[in-house]
């Protein structure tokens, strides 16, 4: 039994949630996201309220009734206020610039990183902070983690890209010994 799964989730004023043949649609102020539905999962909209149930009595069924109903959850949020992810660039001479559908990292190698923006994400940066926002939480998400793992932050100085807030363990260095001769 899941719990999630068995509360109903309401859907605020300016949404509209449709499923029509396995695909579920939501739309909202901050655009329109789809997704299929598994067949095991049957998703209905009555009264104002979206209500997730597993269509049939096995494993498989009850593993996704509590999925899709975050699933649902998210999307319903995301087409009304967008998800932010936060990343921090640390480090002499490391910085990030956004031009397009680009993003450019300088990030201590010889040559800038490029990284292509998917659509439906925004970015902004100002000075060693980029604000990655989009209306789909796992895209939201994955492509932060893309842009976190180009340089990822080393445990002796620090220096690398981070999520805003995360904390690094810093290791010692080397100990110098004194030798007298």
Do not use: C
């Not at 439906?120 to 793992?149: L, P």
Request: hydrophobic share 35%.
């Amino acid at each position: 039994m899941s719990r999630i799964g068995k509360k109903s989730i309401t859907i605020p004023s300016g949404t509209t949630v449709e499923v029509s043949s396995g695909t579920l649609s939501v739309k909202g102020k901050g655009g329109t996201l789809s997704r299929s539905v598994h067949p095991a999962v049957s998703i209905a909209v009555e009264d104002g309220a979206v209500a997730v149930t597993p269509s049939m009595d096995s494993r498989l069924a009850n593993a996704l009734w509590g999925t899709y109903a975050a699933h649902v959850r998210n999307m319903i949020q995301g087409v009304n206020e967008p998800f932010v992810k936060k990343l921090q660039i640390e480090g002499i001479g490391y910085r990030a610039e956004a031009a397009g559908k680009t993003l450019s990292l300088s990030i201590g190698f010889s040559h800038p990183v490029k990284v292509q923006i998917p659509d439906g994400i925004t970015i902004s940066v100002e000075k060693n902070i980029i604000t990655i926002s989009g209306s789909d939480k796992e895209q939201v998400g994955e492509f932060a983690a893309i842009i976190r793992a180009k340089k990822k932050p080393e445990p002796y100085k620090g220096k690398g890209i981070r999520y805003v807030g995360e904390v690094i363990r810093e290791k010692k260095g080397k100990k110098v010994t004194s030798t007298t001769a």
